[in-house]
């Protein structure tokens, strides 16, 4: 038994026995026992000589209704007459009455501890009554052994709940009201001590009352009225148009606005919010204060920007936008994310979002950014991203100090009732896992959500935990406006149907209250339709004065040119005294430092290779990278599920010592805005939260390495929604790079292909970039050129495995200085003379190391091997010069090892067939690869090797056996 939010109690965990054996002893010689036992028997004496208020001459209390009870002012009357005494004292109880007080005061601990944790499962609240809901036999005091007298008998409580002495009547009626009306309380799974005593300070005792100031039941339904009336007149003048409203779920809003009030209170300077479509558009109006012409006019058909950005544009749910509001004199800035129909997907891009932001802050107690999540039930139960996200909130490299989540709980989902939706009581269970509060909160009492929105906010502060509000409501118009609900939901929506609105629920309470009249309420709800009406009015002649996409933290970057011009590359070779500062810094073993031998031995050749100027590798080339941009005044951040060391052992920017495990990250002592983390085994949630990094801060270089490049495909969600489409949809530019080891070696089909196709089939209107590269050099530069550019594009590279350590695939120390830069094409390595050349090979990584070791072999001196480093935007102009040359040109190849149905083929063969036509070459390209597949290669080694040796004869028109 617990006593959480009160001191250690000499009753928890003992036998009414052992009580009894010890109150003997303390009889005989009080100084004997403990004096917190001492002072505990001085109170199951006084409960045992008569209830105090007996002996004081007060009245019972265990006959006094809920309110007396409820009420301190009606427990202290004026005393009468003292109690009868035996020789002028108070007479002595007996070891069998301490016996029955200890047995008392332990079962009434254990009901209270009962109520703390299944009281929840008694609350009132479903607004429809639908819910069944019995209530829990445990919470009776019968249940603990309190029956007929018992339950008007005085019990020692020792201060808990506020109580020294009670009935068990009066005790379970506080109980009953503090857990089992509107706000039902989940904590007691949480472990830290103090965390459920903040939580029992706010919820529990006799003086624990839900109570706000007249100014602030007039506000919170001012902002009921205003969700109201803005579904309202959307639904008039937009008849039978989607707009997923909130209506039957209108708390939410001074929900939120309590959200921003208390968290600027408490130190917070900006909120990131994320949320599906239900209620967007509300919240977009009355808590983002987006003007109503603009919402109206997009309504009307026109766009959120002005005509000459450009861009896809998306349906107006979708759309995100951002506002500054202040409460009390703090100021707060709030960012709403744009988020596809892919609901919870922009989750994570939230929590990456807010991580940045607090880096860029120095937000180190991550007091100042505040991610808030709006979830719908269904959703929040079903989809495997809420886990994901929740696990991060306890680690290193992605907590942002505790997430508010915001369950606007239909009951529902589209047409899926709970219990076929999910396999637990609330949708919310799911948070249990990381030890979250979660209050459970009646949507039609819009104070008792407000006041759970207010103890969430402040603990969130308090402890930087993530924290749970499911506010139980209903959709009054079904999944969305143009729904039949009775269909699939009769019941529900006949009750629906004839349930009164919010805002007239509570209008009436506070009517009763005599806080206002119906005249405030008429005034109130004209005010605010005058005004959309105005608005609405003015809509047609309402012009996007501008798109905000490069503005804060974005200034100084913009939009590209053309593809094909001379803006798309940089300057990115360095001179060679800050590569040397580099390669000391990577090369150097602290004093101390246990270093792994065979890691000694790695360091080691790479100062020397960078010495010889020659035989640099590709992890190298990587930390040096790394490096000069952070020499520059840009920061990295890299991570993935081993990124640290590398999933092949070739990165090792993490060290590890061998005595102590303590770890030395040498880039991160140079620079500490060099991060590396090995993140949890997420590909989904990781994505979107690196995603979401790149959208705020510009000015770091972010990096996401799958295991694995065909790992990816558990982000296809973030990669299809935000990093191919979010800029033409939103106008929100990105620098994210993804790195996919890909190359097919024989490791089966699942390691083999990062699924190159998928990309370039995601790629246009100048959205990415894909590259496939061959040269530790080549990497250096573009990853350079990343940053270093005046704007920002995704960057999906398909990194190698074999060729990490490839003797043919190093690069030498000039090619990473001076005015080396980005090779977007990559020239034959041991080229015919173009007057001789008869044939052209063009492929993309990998392979290209096996077409040219075949062609020197068999001494061939008329084919030509030229690499496309960079696919998309592809080099079209580059490579005509280089077939404007070839007067003798016959044949043009395209080689791959991915099978034809995958890869590049169906991608380039275009471009291909364009550039020979440009540059009067009359012939068509050709395809030299494996056969199309269905999965992506062979898990056979003998299989996978005659394939390739065959696809590489056909490449270069060589016999098979040659």
């Known amino acids: ?285 009355n808590v983002m204060q987006k003007p109503f012409q603009a919402i109206f006019h997009e309504f009307a058909g026109g766009s959120s920007n002005p005509d000459d950005v450009g861009g896809s544009g998306d349906v107006k749910y979708h759309l995100g936008t951002s506002t500054d509001r202040d409460f009390d004199g703090h100021p707060v800035h709030l960012s709403l994310t744009p988020n596809p129909s892919h609901l919870e997907a922009v989750n994570p891009v939230v929590l990456g979002k807010v991580r940045a932001a607090q880096a860029l802050r120095g937000d180190v107690e991550r007091d100042e950014v505040l991610p808030l999540l709006l979830h719908g039930d269904a959703a929040f139960a079903g989809q495997g991203i809420i886990a994901e996200c929740l696990g991060f909130s306890g680690l290193d490299g992605y907590n942002t100090g505790g997430t508010v989540h915001f369950i606007i709980n239909n009951q529902i989902g589209f047409t899926t009732s709970p219990q076929f939706a999910r396999s637990s009581p609330y949708p919310s269970d799911v948070a249990r896992m990381v030890q979250a509060p979660i209050f459970h909160v009646n949507g039609d009492d819009p104070e008792a959500v407000t006041f759970a929105t207010k103890v969430a906010t402040e603990f969130r502060q308090k402890f930087n935990r993530d924290v749970v509000i499911d506010m139980w409501c209903y959709r009054r118009f079904g999944h969305n406006e143009g729904d039949e609900p009775g269909f699939t939901q009769p019941l529900m929506y006949k009750v629906i149907k004839g349930k009164p609105k919010v805002s007239e629920v509570y209008a009436g309470r506070l009517i009763a209250e005599g806080v206002i009249d119906e005249a405030w309420v008429e005034g109130a709800t004209n005010a605010y339709v005058d005004r959309l009406d105005k608005d609405f009015e003015a809509a047609p002649s309402y012009k996007p004065n501008k798109a905000d996409w490069f503005e804060g933290r974005w200034e100084g970057l913009g939009r590209p040119a053309d593809p094909e011009t001379a803006r798309r590359s940089a300057d990115t070779g360095v001179p060679m005294d800050r590569i040397d500062a580099v390669t000391k810094v990577l090369t150097t073993v602290p004093e101390g430092f246990s270093i792994h031998p065979t890691l000694k031995r790695v360091v080691a050749a790479r100062g020397e290779t960078i010495a010889a100027g020659e035989g640099i590798d590709w992890a ?9 941009l ?130 370039l089939q995601l790629c246009a209107e100048d959205n990415m970039q894909v590259c496939n590269i061959t040269t530790p050099a080549n990497y250096y530069h573009v990853l350079r050129r990343q940053m270093l550019r005046p704007f920002r594009k995704p960057l999906i590279i398909m990194t190698p495995k074999s060729l990490l350590r490839h003797k043919s695939a190093v690069s030498r120390i000039e090619e990473f200085s001076g005015d080396s830069h980005f090779m977007r094409i990559k020239s034959d390595t041991n080229p015919p003379a173009d007057d001789k050349i008869e044939r052209l090979v063009l492929c993309s990584g990998k392979v290209y190391y096996d077409l040219a070791d075949a062609r020197d072999a068999a001494g061939d001196k008329a084919t030509s091997i030229v690499r496309i480093e960079q696919i998309y935007p592809f080099p079209l102009e580059a490579l005509v010069v280089r077939l404007k040359r070839m007067k003798k040109l016959k044949t043009v190849v395209w080689a791959q090892e991915e099978p034809k149905n995958a890869g590049s083929w169906s991608f380039v063969r275009a471009y291909l067939e364009c550039a020979l036509k440009e540059a009067g070459v009359k012939t068509e390209p050709v395809y030299a690869g494996r056969a199309a597949a269905a999965a992506t290669a062979t898990g056979l080694a003998k299989r996978h090797a005659a394939e390739q040796k065959k696809l590489v004869a056909q490449a270069l028109g060589h016999d098979i056996e040659g």
Request: proline share 5%.
């Open 1 to 285: 038994m617990g006593f959480e939010g009160q001191p250690p109690s000499a009753l928890e965990g003992v036998s009414a026995s052992f009580v009894e054996s010890l109150y003997r002893q303390y009889s005989a010689n009080p100084a004997s026992v403990d004096p917190e036992w001492q002072r505990h028997f001085a109170g199951l004496e006084s409960v045992a000589s008569g209830p105090s208020w007996q002996r004081k001459g007060w009245p019972d209390t265990a006959t006094d209704d809920l309110t007396a009870a409820l009420d301190p002012m009606q427990m202290t009357p004026e005393p009468k007459a003292p109690a009868a005494k035996k020789g002028g004292a108070v007479a002595a109880p007996s070891v069998e009455a301490i016996r029955q007080a200890a047995d008392d005061a332990i079962r009434a601990m254990t009901l209270i501890r009962t109520y703390r944790v299944r009281g929840h499962l008694a609350a009132q609240l479903d607004p429809l009554g639908l819910a069944e809901r019995p209530f829990p036999e445990e919470l009776t005091p019968e249940y603990h052994g309190f029956t007929g007298d018992a339950l008007n008998r005085s019990v020692y409580l020792g201060g808990v709940m506020g109580f020294e002495e009670t009935t068990i009547t009066a005790l379970v009626a506080v109980l009953k009201h503090n857990y089992c009306e509107h706000v039902g309380v989940e904590y007691m799974h949480i472990n830290d001590l103090e965390e459920r005593r903040f939580i029992q300070e706010r919820i529990e005792g006799r003086n624990a009352e839900i109570h706000f100031t007249d100014a602030g039941k007039k506000a919170i339904l001012n902002k009921i009225i205003e969700a109201e009336q803005f579904e309202s007149f959307l639904g008039r003048k937009y008849v039978g148009t989607k707009r997923f409203g909130l209506d039957g779920g209108e708390a939410m809003a001074p929900a939120l606005e309590s959200v921003i009030k208390y968290a600027g209170a408490g130190g917070v300077q900006e909120i990131v919010i994320g949320m599906a479509h239900r209620g967007r558009l509300n919240v977009l109006a």
């Open 620 to 628: 190298t080339a990587e930390a040096l990278a790394f490096g000069t």
């Open 630 to 759: 952070l020499q520059d005044g840009f920061g990295v951040r890299l991570s993935g599920q081993d990124s640290g060391r590398g999933t092949f052992s070739q990165r090792h920017a993490v060290w590890v010592d061998q005595k102590t495990g303590s770890k030395y990250i040498p880039l991160q002592d140079m620079d500490p805005r060099f991060k590396v983390f090995d993140s949890p085994l997420s590909e989904f949630g990781v994505l979107g939260f690196e995603y979401g990094y790149a959208l705020t801060d510009p000015k770091t270089l972010v990096l996401w390495e799958a295991q694995f490049g065909d790992f990816a495909n558990g982000a296809q969600v973030i990669i299809d929604q935000f990093i191919a489409s979010g800029e033409i949809k939103w106008l929100r530019a990105n620098g994210l790079v993804m790195l996919l080891p890909h190359g097919y070696e024989g490791q089966g089909p699942e390691h083999s292909s990062a699924r190159l196709e998928r990309y």
